[in-house]
Nanobody
Framework: QVQLVESGGGLVHAGGSLRLSCAASGSTSRFNTMGWYRQAPGKPREFVATISSGGTTNYADSVKGRFTISRDNIKTTVYLQMNTLKPEDTAVYYC?????????WGKGTLVTVSS
């Protein structure tokens, strides 16, 4: 099993920035994809961004140009730099770790963007 701990959420004004972090521990594989998903109140969880252990990134259209995902393979930690935040970015952000044998989720960190 893999344990994921997110941090960095908080309250910011529109146009501001936040940096989320997620550290993975436990039975991690060197070959994996880590990413971020978010869920706003009353809405389903949606994809935000992913990054493979090889560095390949994918972004949701809604965050392209504003968010940047990165990772530290030694620490097995993924980051999400969020710039030019909008009220519609408000959600609980969940970290995900996926390998050939595991698909784990963190408990989430709340991001609130005020207008």
């Amino acid at each position: 099993q893999v344990q994921l701990v997110e941090s960095g959420g908080g309250l910011v004004h529109a146009g501001g920035s936040l940096r989320l972090s997620c550290a993975a521990s436990g039975s991690t594989s060197r070959f994996n994809t880590m990413g971020w998903y978010r869920q706003a109140p009353g809405k389903p969880r949606e994809f935000v961004a992913t990054i493979s252990s090889g560095g390949t990134t994918n972004y949701a259209d809604s965050v392209k140009g504003r968010f940047t995902i990165s990772r530290d393979n030694i620490k097995t930690t993924v980051y999400l730099q969020m710039n030019t935040l909008k009220p519609e970015d408000t959600a609980v952000y969940y970290c995900n770790f996926k390998s050939y044998s595991l698909d784990s989720w963190g408990k989430g960190t709340l991001v609130t963007v005020s207008s």
